[in-house]
């Protein structure tokens, strides 16, 4: 498995150990820069993968389209229960040739394929390999959620798809359970951030900031199986308008119910859109109690508004952005991995709530 | 009491909490008006810029763009010129859907800039638009015209009352250069504030908005390693270069008139200074920001006429060597005057007489047709007091020198003394470097990109303040003054040559205090 990027070094070796790796990985760097000092590594950030052999190649496939944001020191720990040997082999790579006067830099990337007898020394085995003093990001596409405990100890934040799970109960369970321990990156949240930069945008100008507070309905429909990603937007606009979570309750394709805001209700509508193709949000409207609404859905060269003003009248229009497609995400997933976000918890918590009663018992509880 | 978008300034803004967190903040619903829509700016920069900010979903929620330029054209003409520009100059491949979105937002107004009918069909072309969105939309006029216009468009602005918005607002956007003397900066700014509050005025100068530049104020107020030896006790001098490898190319109009110090120095330079020289701000608000970059230009003596020759030195390229080729000199460049004077490399040595950096020369350089192309800044500390070591069989323990480069690659370096491997202790000089392209996953927007948003959100910290530029001129006009020729008799003083593809005129030397040299390009 590598980045997709031209590849200028590579060592492999069957029956190794994570010091031989470690070797390699300097020799390897050495050695590339003695060819042309401007070749330099980059140093932004570690990335361990944790994945099933039999779906690496899919894995390969989503960080190869991630480009830029590849990490500079990808750690791909390939799991095969049965296996009994560690294998590994080493790519030093870089975009292109260095031009004059100017840098080339190098990304790492180690694949270690591993068996279930080694899971119990995992941390021995991933701890040497990655870059000190560098975060490190952690995925485990595949579950493996005791392996991610292990992990942990490596890792400053840990990338995750609450829409993975087998429910968006699960899924929102899983990635509250694991901010408590590190910073969560969840895609299905990195999904709705156009859509918040957008809903937040057009209540921005001054004479419409106060009809935030006059919100009374929110629908949003998604791809069947991104309901987490509509409860992570829902529960992000209860959190920062103050509004009081209340559990939903599903009808038919969707999930109905109601916040409580200051002085009235909000009417909460999530809905499957099983036309859409492609994971996360379809459309999000919202009303207000003067009979205002605002439509933001996805459409050819950007996202399509629609709004309707107290009298009745509608009006359309494009708002222009580029589709970032599944592997902008992913891209976008590592990058965040560098920030942080204050809003992602307080909108999952508000959305746990939300989701109680609907999916199952689950205790709220408060974190910021 | 002032109205800004129909609200008096003063009052307490509700706030919006849905910002919190966005790493994009939202940008109002603006109208952009181009003059000198078909320019080669235009083209080549503010086009591409609003297809990338397109793009990523950075324009406002409604966005228009008015293009106004003498040729008489149809919309549809001008959206085929848009979509040609962006096509060439786009940092990225258009998408299709994104760039027919924009395009249909795209309107344009024939016409001269002194014409009447060009402001009132403006006029109905910016209320066409708000009726169509049924709320008021702000608007940006962005000046990208020769600057002998800036006063007619601003004018006419005011007298078609497009100067002022009940209920939104309006901003100018003017590009370099402002005015080419200090008396034109000055009347400039009388036209301008005539018609336009301060803080509606948004001067370009597209350094600020490089990220190189803006990290060095990152790099001064983010790191407790540094600001403690950041002055005249540990400093010993300061050099900033902006070299290019290049000639002047098909610009031989404009750079004739401009010449290395209003081309470069006057501006970009002297903003490169402020950053090194600025006390840390308050705050990183415009005001704040600019208030502290002010000071710096108040300090700088404004040179006399005596002094003159002493710290200040032009030159001009001669044919020579470029890229493994021969290259013409200025003087036979197409479109250069026979017989011109204007430099095309230009070295000040100024003292910024403060507190903080008395006593320590700021030496500024930029060329045409050097070495190669780069801008950094140096700064040189103090030797150290007593050196034990010996300085027999080595180059000896030189002056700690931290330089940050702007470009080509951008980083910082720290020269440090280090013992050479071996059983004497003899030290040599060794560099500790670091790059920032090996340190972000992200690649630095346009300037243009950064520059056209904020000047949209009505955000100032990266634009130059009208006193700014005032105290900029205050600087260079006396030198402008002195490299030209007092009248017909009296022919402009003498003009210093350097083979193009070298280190520049060997006269810069005797800018330098003694002991000081500059560093090789």
């Known amino acids: ?368 | 009491v002032a109205v800004s978008a129909g609200r008096p300034t003063g009052e307490p803004e509700p706030e919006n909490p849905l910002v919190a967190g966005l790493e994009r903040l939202p940008v109002a619903p603006t109208t952009l008006v181009i003059f000198g829509a078909t320019g080669d700016l235009a083209r080549r920069k503010l086009l591409p810029a609003l297809y990338n900010l397109a793009h990523e979903g950075a324009l406002p929620e409604r966005f228009h763009l008015v293009g106004v330029s003498r040729k008489e054209k149809e919309d549809e003409d001008y959206r085929g010129e848009c979509e040609q520009a962006i096509r060439r100059f786009s940092r990225r491949t258009p998408d299709e859907d994104v760039l027919n979105s924009l395009l249909d937002n795209v309107r344009y107004v024939p016409g001269t800039f002194d014409e009447d009918s060009v402001y009132s069909e403006l006029g109905s072309v910016l209320d066409e638009f708000e009726e169509e969105a049924g709320e008021p939309l702000n608007r940006a006029f962005y000046l990208s015209t020769a600057p002998s216009f800036f006063p007619v468009i601003v004018g006419q602005l005011g007298r078609s009352q497009l100067a002022q918005h009940e209920r939104g607002e309006v901003r100018l956007i003017i590009e370099k250069p402002f005015g080419t003397t200090l008396e034109e900066a000055r009347e400039l700014n009388r036209a301008v504030l005539g018609i336009f509050d301060e803080n509606q005025v948004f001067r370009i100068d597209h350094y600020l908005g490089k990220e190189t530049v803006q990290n060095m104020m990152a790099f001064r107020f983010a790191n407790g390693m540094f600001e403690p030896l950041w002055n005249r006790n540990y400093i010993d001098s300061v050099q900033i270069t902006a070299a290019e490898d290049l000639g002047i190319g098909t610009r031989a109009d404009y750079y004739d008139s401009a010449g290395a110090l209003r081309d470069l120095i006057q501006n970009h330079m002297l903003q490169l200074l402020c950053h090194v020289a600025m006390e840390p701000p308050v705050s990183f608000t415009a005001e704040a920001v600019r208030n502290e970059k002010v000071k710096v230009l108040q300090a700088i003596p404004e040179p006399t006429a005596a002094e003159i020759p002493d710290m200040a030195l032009r030159a001009q390229y001669a044919a020579g060597h470029a890229g493994g080729d021969d290259v013409p000199g200025y003087l036979e460049e197409e479109g250069v005057p026979e017989g011109s004077t204007t430099e095309t490399y230009a070295a000040l040595r100024l003292e910024v007489d403060n507190w903080r950096w008395a006593g320590v020369p700021f030496y500024l350089r930029t060329g045409k047709r050097l070495a190669r192309k780069i801008t950094e800044i140096a700064v040189t500390l103090k030797p150290v007091p007593h050196l034990a070591f010996s300085q027999d069989g080595s180059l000896g323990v030189q002056p700690n020198q931290l330089v940050l480069t702007l470009q080509p690659n951008e980083g910082v370096s720290l020269s440090l003394g280090a013992k050479i491997p071996g059983t004497r202790m003899l030290i040599r000089p060794v560099n500790m470097e670091f790059q920032y392209g090996t340190a972000f996953l992200s690649q630095s927007p346009e300037a243009y990109e950064r520059l056209i948003t904020d000047a949209m959100r009505g955000d100032a910290t990266l634009f130059t303040r009208n006193d700014e530029v005032e105290a900029q001129w205050r600087i260079c006009d006396p030198i402008v003054k002195a490299w030209s020729p007092t009248d017909a008799q009296t022919p402009a003083p003498p003009v210093a040559g350097y083979a193009a593809g070298s280190q520049g005129p060997k006269e810069a030397e005797e800018l330098l205090r003694d002991g000081d040299r500059w560093r090789a390009i």
Do not use: C
């Open chain 1, 1 to 368: 498995m590598d980045s997709g990027a031209r590849s200028d070094a590579v060592w492999s070796e069957q029956g190794t150990t994570p010091d031989a790796i470690e070797a390699a990985l300097r020799r390897l760097l050495v050695d590339v820069h003695a060819e042309n000092g401007n070749y330099v590594p980059a140093r932004v950030l570690n990335m361990i993968a944790f994945v099933d052999r039999e779906w690496s190649g899919e894995i390969a496939n989503r960080l190869r389209g991630v480009g830029r944001y590849h990490a500079s020191r990808l750690v791909v720990l390939s799991y095969e229960p049965h296996r009994e040997r560690l294998d590994a082999r080493v790519m030093i790579a870089s975009d292109g040739e260095p031009q004059p006067g100017e840098l080339a830099l190098l990304h790492e990337t180690v694949v270690v394929e591993l068996g279930e007898r080694h899971l119990d020394d995992l941390l021995t085995i991933a701890d040497p390999l990655v870059v000190t003093d560098l975060p490190t990001l952690l995925w485990s596409p595949h579950g493996h959620h005791e392996v991610v405990s292990e992990l942990l100890a490596l890792s400053q934040a840990v990338l995750l798809d609450s829409v993975d799970e087998p429910s968006s109960q699960e899924g929102l369970d899983r990635a509250w359970e694991l901010s408590d321990q590190a910073y969560v990156v969840d895609l299905a949240w990195l999904r709705t951030t156009p859509w918040r930069e957008r809903v937040a945008a057009s209540f921005d100008p001054l004479g419409r900031r106060q009809e935030l507070r006059t919100i009374s309905g929110v629908t949003v429909r998604h791809h069947p199986e991104s309901t987490a990603a509509a409860m992570l937007l829902a529960g992000w606009l209860t959190s920062r308008l103050d509004w009081t979570p209340q559990p939903l309750s599903a009808d038919g394709d969707a999930l109905v119910g109601k916040a409580l805001a200051n002085g009235q209700d909000v009417a909460l509508r999530l809905e499957a859109a099983p036309e859409l193709q492609v994971r996360g949000l379809e459309d999000v409207t919202l009303q207000t109690a003067s009979g205002r609404s605002l439509l933001l859905g996805r459409g050819p060269g950007g996202l399509h508004a629609r709004s309707r003003d107290e009298q009745g009248r509608e009006r359309e229009w494009t708002i222009p952005g580029a589709s970032r497609g599944e592997t902008g995400v992913l891209g976008e997933g590592i990058r965040q991995a560098l920030l942080r976000d204050p809003t992602y918890v307080p909108a999952l918590t508000a959305a746990r709530a939300m989701l109680s009663s609907a999916g199952g018992a689950n205790p709220v509880a408060t974190r910021s």
